[in-house]
């Protein structure tokens, strides 16, 4: 297993346009987040999954926002009509009940112009 | 709401010498971590505190929980510049959902 995998690694797209990104998580992991960090902060909690269950979503998240996780496995979180405030790091991380800690991506760094 | 406080936010230390970054959190927690971050790059898992009194030690770097204080330190000693990075700590509400401190950067000169 070579862990969590996000894709695409970076995108710049133009304010207005719709993104979506992709994470694959560990296999045998249940709970699946996601992340958002913008330069000089930590990451802030954006939703989670528990299998194909969205259980919780941060009041961060508008309604331009949406995440999936179809069938528990990889997940999709996609930005309709990005604004320059969206630019960030978006982060996946993946773990399993009753784990201790996430294993986290690598990232999609996302840039709006 | 939980929140954290990390401080100092930023460090600079000379080779060979000892410190400590606090973090702070506001209400009862499960567990705290302590991650790394090196610039560009993802999250790495450091240590994870589960109780009080707890100690964790990897080569220079040392974690410890005081769950009655809510803080939690990260001691390095002998410090190295490879050990120069963004330090995170964060800790669970519920779910496992985690809330970050800010972070530290820890730049260690020769």
Redesign the interface.
């Given at each position: 297993d070579t862990g969590v995998s996000q894709d695409p690694r970076h995108k710049i797209t133009k304010r207005g346009q719709n993104v979506t990104f992709r994470c694959d998580p560990i296999s045998e992991h249940n709970?699946l987040?996601w992340y958002r960090q913008t330069l000089?902060?930590?990451?802030?909690?954006l939703t989670?999954f528990?299998n194909e269950a969205q259980?919780?979503k941060s009041r961060l998240l508008s309604d331009r926002f949406s995440a999936e996780r179809p069938k528990g496995s990889f997940s999709t979180l996609e930005i309709q009509r990005t604004e320059q405030g969206d630019s960030a790091m978006y982060?996946c991380a993946s773990?399993s009940w009753g784990?201790?800690?996430?294993?986290?991506?690598?990232?999609t760094r996302l840039t709006v112009v | 709401e939980l929140k954290?406080e990390q401080n100092p936010l930023f460090l600079s230390m000379q080779e060979g010498k000892n410190y400590t970054i606090y973090c702070n959190y506001s209400t009862t927690s499960d567990?705290l971590?302590w991650?790394r971050q090196d610039p560009g790059?993802?999250?790495?898992?450091l240590f994870?505190l589960?109780s009080n009194g707890a100690v964790k030690q990897e080569g220079r770097l040392m974690a410890s929980l005081d769950t009655k204080a809510r803080l939690s330190t990260l001691h390095i000693t002998a410090a190295v510049h490879d050990l120069s990075a963004t330090y995170?700590c964060?800790a669970d509400s519920n779910?496992?959902?985690?809330?970050?401190?800010?972070?530290t950067t820890l730049t260690v000169k020769p």
């Amino acid at each position: 297993d070579t862990g969590v995998s996000q894709d695409p690694r970076h995108k710049i797209t133009k304010r207005g346009q719709n993104v979506t990104f992709r994470c694959d998580p560990i296999s045998e992991h249940n709970r699946l987040y996601w992340y958002r960090q913008t330069l000089g902060q930590g990451p802030e909690f954006l939703t989670y999954f528990q299998n194909e269950a969205q259980l919780e979503k941060s009041r961060l998240l508008s309604d331009r926002f949406s995440a999936e996780r179809p069938k528990g496995s990889f997940s999709t979180l996609e930005i309709q009509r990005t604004e320059q405030g969206d630019s960030a790091m978006y982060l996946c991380a993946s773990s399993s009940w009753g784990d201790y800690g996430y294993t986290f991506g690598s990232g999609t760094r996302l840039t709006v112009v | 709401e939980l929140k954290v406080e990390q401080n100092p936010l930023f460090l600079s230390m000379q080779e060979g010498k000892n410190y400590t970054i606090y973090c702070n959190y506001s209400t009862t927690s499960d567990r705290l971590y302590w991650y790394r971050q090196d610039p560009g790059k993802s999250l790495e898992s450091l240590f994870v505190l589960l109780s009080n009194g707890a100690v964790k030690q990897e080569g220079r770097l040392m974690a410890s929980l005081d769950t009655k204080a809510r803080l939690s330190t990260l001691h390095i000693t002998a410090a190295v510049h490879d050990l120069s990075a963004t330090y995170f700590c964060a800790a669970d509400s519920n779910a496992g959902k985690s809330t970050f401190g800010d972070g530290t950067t820890l730049t260690v000169k020769p």
